[in-house]
């Protein structure tokens, strides 16, 4: 009994939520819009931990999942990506659509950058006050 509890901590000290949503400002030269979403994709299903679904219950299987796909900085966990293929291009946002609560942010970054991605600053808001 000692065991399966010492297991059951272990297992459960692993595997952990990370706190808010985080997003990353990722740029590389010289790559596309497709080229980051296969890179986003399989960095994400690197850095979880804990990849697997719970099955449902029979009578909702036939109704498709709430896919959470709005930013909400008050959220318990959530990783979104932007990227902007050239100077001047609209950004593009992605997000990770399966239940990400055993995500790790920290091995997501490290997966990206040993791709050669690098990190920009979060671009700024500019406020303008019109007067009357």
Not at 28 to 47: I, Q, S, Y
Request: hydrophobic share 35%; charged share 20%; with cysteine.
């Amino acid at each position: 009994m000692k065991k399966i509890i010492f297991l059951c901590l272990v297992l459960g000290g692993c595997v952990h939520a990370e706190e808010g949503q985080k997003t990353f400002y990722w740029e590389r030269p010289n790559t596309g819009v497709a080229w980051f979403a296969k890179d986003h994709n399989e960095c994400m299903l690197e850095a979880d931990k804990f990849p697997l679904e719970w099955p449902g219950w029979p009578w909702y299987w036939g109704k498709p999942k709430p896919l959470n796909l709005r930013f909400d900085n008050n959220s318990e966990n959530g990783v979104w990506a932007q990227f902007i293929p050239y100077p001047g291009a609209q950004p593009v946002y992605v997000n990770y659509v399966p239940n990400d609560w055993s995500v790790s942010y920290n091995d997501y970054q490290d997966c990206m950058e040993n791709r050669h991605y690098t990190q920009r600053k979060a671009p700024r808001v500019h406020y303008q006050v019109f007067s009357q």
